[in-house]
């Protein structure tokens, strides 16, 4: 395809977009030397940038063509507009990008790694199975709008979930909270997800886990009082001789 026919009918931007939310190395790369940078990584007033795109879609050469060519690094951490909270990282772990998460971290310096990308990414948002039914039944979703079943969305966040509890600094897994004062050990534990539950005994010490389990939120409740009505994580901690 002659890409450059397409400029004039959707605009120059448009088209580098669409290209990188559909992972056209090729004509990300033809495209990207006529582009300012702002262009390639700040969004538009209602839609990601072309790089956000990318991170959202999965698109592993066009993540990384953008991140090697990238000039200033600090649209790694920006969400590209005073408006847009969410940044490049936030959209991978959103909808279940590992390998592209892993890519992020890697380029980004551990200063600038951002607990909302747990707490607005992965940990925040995996559905449960019955969550993934009501959606289905309320919007009569079978696939989502990125493209993938709703079943691979959902094992998709489960995989990045599991990345980002084993790369994350551990002050930040037990201490930082987000805005209803919840660590990321207490939601997994408010919501019964086992299998986060159980990364995180696997990256925590004892003395870390029971400090994590003793972090209280806004409601003056800790991460252990909501593991009272989730009987499979009390038989976790049971085995460890935590709880009775």
Same mark, same amino acid.
């Given at each position: 395809?002659?890409?450059? &026919?397409?400029?004039?009918?959707?605009?120059?931007?448009?088209?580098?977009?669409?290209?990188?939310?559909?992972?056209?190395?090729?004509?990300?790369?033809?495209?990207?030397?006529?582009?300012?940078?702002?262009?390639?990584?700040?969004?538009?007033?209602?839609?990601?940038?072309?790089?956000?795109?990318?991170?959202?879609?999965?698109?592993?050469?066009?993540?990384?063509?953008?991140?090697?060519?990238?000039?200033? @690094?600090?649209?790694?951490?920006?969400?590209?507009?005073?408006?847009?909270?969410?940044?490049?990282?936030?959209?991978?772990?959103?909808?279940?990008? @590992?390998?592209?998460?892993?890519?992020?971290?890697?380029?980004? &310096?551990?200063?600038?790694?951002?607990?909302?990308?747990?707490?607005?990414?992965?940990?925040?948002?995996?559905?449960? @199975?019955?969550?993934?039914?009501?959606?289905?039944?309320?919007?009569?979703?079978?696939?989502?709008?990125?493209?993938?079943?709703?079943?691979?969305?959902?094992?998709?966040?489960?995989?990045?979930?599991?990345?980002?509890?084993?790369?994350?600094?551990? &002050?930040?897994?037990?201490?930082?909270?987000? &805005?209803?004062?919840?660590?990321?050990?207490?939601?997994?534990?408010?919501?019964?997800?086992?299998?986060?539950?159980?990364?995180?005994?696997?990256?925590?010490?004892?003395?870390?886990?029971?400090?994590?389990?003793?972090?209280?939120?806004?409601?003056?409740?800790?991460?252990?009082?909501?593991?009272?009505? @989730?009987?499979?994580?009390?038989?976790?901690?049971?085995?460890?001789?935590?709880?009775?």
């Amino acid at each position: 395809m002659d890409y450059e &026919d397409l400029v004039l009918p959707i605009g120059l931007s448009s088209l580098f977009s669409i290209m990188c939310a559909r992972g056209n190395i090729e004509a990300v790369k033809v495209l990207a030397p006529h582009l300012r940078p702002k262009d390639k990584y700040e969004q538009g007033f209602h839609q990601p940038s072309p790089f956000q795109f990318a991170c959202q879609e999965g698109c592993q050469e066009v993540v990384r063509f953008l991140i090697d060519t990238m000039e200033d @690094r600090a649209y790694l951490t920006h969400g590209g507009g005073a408006r847009h909270l969410y940044k490049p990282l936030h959209y991978a772990c959103m909808h279940g990008r @590992r390998k592209v998460a892993e890519m992020l971290l890697d380029a980004l &310096d551990k200063g600038d790694w951002n607990l909302k990308a747990l707490l607005y990414g992965a940990l925040a948002s995996v559905p449960s @199975r019955e969550g993934i039914s009501t959606l289905e039944a309320v919007y009569g979703w079978e696939i989502h709008p990125g493209g993938y079943t709703l079943e691979e969305f959902y094992d998709g966040q489960k995989d990045v979930e599991q990345l980002l509890i084993e790369r994350f600094p551990i &002050d930040i897994l037990i201490h930082e909270k987000g &805005d209803d004062g919840l660590t990321p050990l207490a939601r997994a534990c408010q919501a019964g997800r086992v299998g986060s539950f159980e990364a995180f005994v696997r990256r925590f010490s004892d003395a870390e886990l029971n400090e994590a389990l003793a972090e209280k939120g806004n409601a003056g409740m800790t991460a252990l009082q909501y593991v009272k009505e @989730r009987p499979e994580i009390r038989a976790i901690l049971q085995k460890k001789g935590i709880v009775e």
